[in-house]
């Protein structure tokens, strides 16, 4: 829009403008001021324009205005369109804003914000809150700001309070957040309370300031951080994970008596084996396998897999279903676990103790030699576990080294149930799930909570034993709930979207390998490109991507199919004490097959839906608090370690640098881009790769690589490296950026790359 005409000015020599007609002129119209309408303002026509535009330049090039689009600001001035943050109320009860981004010299202008006419904004900004607001100059009785503003749009709020580990100052004391991305935040004297230093608090913030830190209070004292054992407090309180039982839940776990034997069968006598980890402190499934007798079936195999009956403890609509629901899964954290059930019901009355009698729900499925199911059949049972055993146990019984409990095992139960898996083995052969190789690292923890050693298990057949039973239990539960036509939560696993699939083929095209163009892809074609890089440099750079192209399991009542698994239908049925989804599915087949008390409810359908976007999102969030206080355990273990080296790999590649997780300990750190060397690293997102503009230096995902450890916060179990590692020098003629299939190329990083020290 053109700017009004002023009034004629007085002149310089040449017919233009002074420097400060051009200001007054620029800020009285805020955001209309470009070189056309000053030319208009001042009658300046003809030749004399060419010695405006000359003018205008020399005041952009001495800092006196600044261009923006085709308009003209003042220096420092704010666009009147302007990202801000609400960082207290005045006297008279009126919000006062800041810039949200401020990076001139001294403190930055304060605007207060006008109330809006007509329909007011919703829902309505509050302290600490984002804004975006149009913002004109403040007039004569507004000393006190800069500018004045009306709110557009709320873009986002603050964090109803902050998580921080307090460090006393004389002062008062200093908050040290958790979030890595959020500023220390000081607190006064009179605000701490009953918090000491070390003490992991929850505050909230007065003030927040653009020059020095925010101000805040303290709320409550989550708990002392004196050990590193109550690093998991930090990922319960951050995510909101409920980890203390009230008292009414409590109650109902102690009140609750055991499973009587009436209505259901007797199965004490069937010798079913637990196997689990070595720790492990409940144990909610059982395994039994022999030979089929049917001679219709010959090398055929029956197999029992028993899981613990929670549906008879845990009835819908009580305080334990409510709770459980409530935290979807359980939790675990090196130092401890948060369950998703009281340990009355899942340590003790759900738990298949060994020799102890306890209900189950049992699937009996019969396969063929070639691993086949052909028949399966539900019970609702009492069983009696024959024996406790480890992963490593079993498997070292099978490999020929028995102990006294496993010697008297080994022929009666457990050959037949290795047997039994040499046939479920060569049909999950035939059905070719995703086959990825992504080893996975266990933290152990010394009695203190600090690290002992973190180690990478080795996978066992007995692993593979377990986890092929249960997959078939989970099949044989969704499809005899769908055969019912009795509601259910779906485990689904969609396949890869087009635009992944598209940036995968065009990464794989880049080592020479491909994927079909034609048709719809299943797991087995990916099995086949994991196959071809199977020892190769490659191996572990194309496991990563390719999972990275995958889509994320979720729980639905809608089936979609399991993409990753290769199955049509399946149902999470194996573990009902730790994930709420099995929970519903057990009441499901209670009610479809008439089993008894327990089942399903009417009227469920049309809850589903949301109870399956609830207990998927206590998944994610029960995944993220568990990565993150590994990441904090690690990062507290490697703080006195600064300076040292370590061998890793590139695990992520960003516009902003690259993520490296280390060998020896699989700890994620971070090397700014800005640390790589002396050129300009534009971001690949096809090749998952930085690359030199210059050199044709690239650092990509999956490259073996040196590290210097050289900054670690453990509160936020962030580590900083610095890369010690050449890149590969690609030939001029391979350094052209691609993008993936469907973006347009954004460009390199906004800063040149320095130095790299320390080669």
């Known amino acids: 829009m053109a700017a009004p005409p002023a009034s004629p000015a007085k002149r310089s020599g040449d017919g233009l403008p002074s420097r400060e007609e051009i200001l007054a002129f620029i800020a009285g119209h805020p955001g209309k001021a470009g070189k056309r309408e000053i030319a208009r303002a001042f009658g300046i026509a003809g030749a004399a324009r ?85 913002l004109a100059p403040a007039d004569g009785e507004e000393t006190d700001f800069a500018y004045t503003a009306k709110v557009i749009k709320l873009i986002e709020r603050r964090p109803a309070a902050i998580i921080g580990v307090l460090r006393r100052t004389p002062q008062g004391g200093r908050i040290e957040p958790v979030d890595r991305k959020q500023n220390e935040i000081d607190v006064d004297e009179e605000d701490l309370g009953a918090a000491k230093d070390g003490d992991l608090v929850e505050v909230e913030v007065k003030r927040f300031g653009r020059s020095g830190r925010a101000r805040a209070r303290v709320l409550e004292v989550v708990g002392a951080m004196t050990s590193e054992k109550a690093v998991s407090l930090i990922a319960l309180h951050v995510h909101g994970i409920p980890h203390i039982f009230p008292a ?96 009355r019901i899942s340590n003790d009355l759900c738990s298949l103790r060994e020799g102890e009698d306890r209900p189950a729900i049992a699937v009996r499925m019969r396969f063929t030699a070639e691993g086949k199911k052909t028949f399966h059949v539900f019970h609702r049972v009492m069983m009696r576990s024959a024996a406790k055993l480890s992963y490593a146990q079993a498997q070292a019984a099978i490999d020929g080294r028995t102990d006294d409990k496993t010697g008297p095992l080994l022929e009666p139960v457990l050959r037949p149930l290795w047997r039994a898996y040499e046939a479920l083995k060569r049909g999950r ?5 995703l086959d990825l190789d992504i080893p996975e690292r ?25 986890e092929e039973f249960m997959i078939q239990a989970n099949v044989a539960a969704a499809e005899t709930l769908e055969r019912r036509k009795t509601p259910l939560v779906y485990r689904v696993h969609d396949a890869p ?54 889509s994320q399991a979720v729980y639905d009542p809608q089936n979609i199919g399991h993409f990753g698994l290769n ?148 509160i936020a179990g962030a580590l900083r490296f610095e890369m010690l590692t050449e890149g590969r020098r690609l030939p001029k003629g391979e350094r052209k950026v691609r993008t993936a299939p469907g973006r347009s190329r954004t460009g390199g990083p906004s800063r040149r790359a320095g130095p790299r020290r320390g080669r």
């Open 442 to 466: 266990k933290v152990i923890v010394a009695p203190s909570g600090a690290i002992d050693r973190i180690v990478v298990p080795e996978r066992l057949d007995a692993h593979r034993l377990i």
């Open 50 to 134: 060419i010695g405006l535009k000359q003018l205008l330049k020399d005041m952009a090039e001495d800092g006196v205005v600044e261009r923006r689009r085709k308009t003209l600001s003042r220096a420092g001035a704010l666009p009147t369109v302007s990202v801000l943050t609400i960082v207290e109320r005045d006297a008279d009860g009126d919000f006062v804003a800041e810039p949200h981004e401020w990076d001139a010299e001294g403190r930055p202008p304060r605007i207060l914000l006008v109330p809006q006419r007509g329909q007011p904004i919703a829902p309505a900004p509050g302290l600490g809150d984002r804004v975006l607001a149009r």
């Open 429 to 433: 052969d035939k059905r070719q799930p």
């Open 567 to 714: 199955l049509r239908r399946y149902a999470h049925f194996t573990s009902p004490i730790r994930r709420y989804a099995d929970l519903i599915v057990h009441r499901a087949l209670v009610r479809s097959l008439d089993l008894g008390e327990g089942g399903l409810p009417e009227g469920i359908e049309e809850r589903l839906a949301d109870i399956a976007t609830e207990i998927s999102g206590a998944e994610r969030r029960a995944m993220a608090a568990e990565r993150e206080t590994v990441d904090r355990l690690v990062a507290h273990w490697l703080a006195d370690r600064i300076g040292a080296s370590f061998a890793g790999r590139i695990a992520g590649v960003t516009k902003a640098g690259l993520f490296v997780k280390l060998a020896e300990t699989g700890a994620d750190g971070f090397v700014p881009i800005g640390s790589l060397g002396q050129d300009y690293y534009v971001y690949d997102e096809a090749r998952h790769a930085v690359i030199g503009e210059r050199t044709g230096e690239m650092h990509q995902l999956g490259d073996a690589v040196e590290v210097r450890l050289v900054e670690v916060a453990p």
């Open 497 to 550: 979207s087009l635009a992944k699939i598209e940036a995968l083929r065009e990464f794989l095209a880049s080592l020479e390998l491909s994927l079909p163009k034609s048709g719809n892809l299943r797991p087995g074609q990916f099995n086949h490109i994991l196959a071809r890089v199977k020892g190769t440099e490659h191996e572990t750079l194309v496991n990563e991507v390719v999972l990275r192209s995958q």
């Open 248 to 343: 009414p839940v409590l109650a109902e776990a102690e009140a609750a008596k055991t499973a009587p034997l009436t209505a259901r069968e007797d199965w004490r006598t069937l010798p079913l084996v637990t196997i689990d980890p070595a720790d492990a402190k409940d144990h909610d499934d059982a395994v039994h396998a022999e030979p089929d007798p049917d001679p219709e079936n010959p090398g055929g195999f029956l197999v029992t897999v028993a899981i613990a009956d929670v549906s008879w403890y845990v009835r819908p609509g009580s305080a334990m279903d409510r709770e459980a629901l409530k935290r979807g899964n359980s939790v675990y954290f090196p130092d401890r676990v948060v369950p998703m059930l009281p340990e």
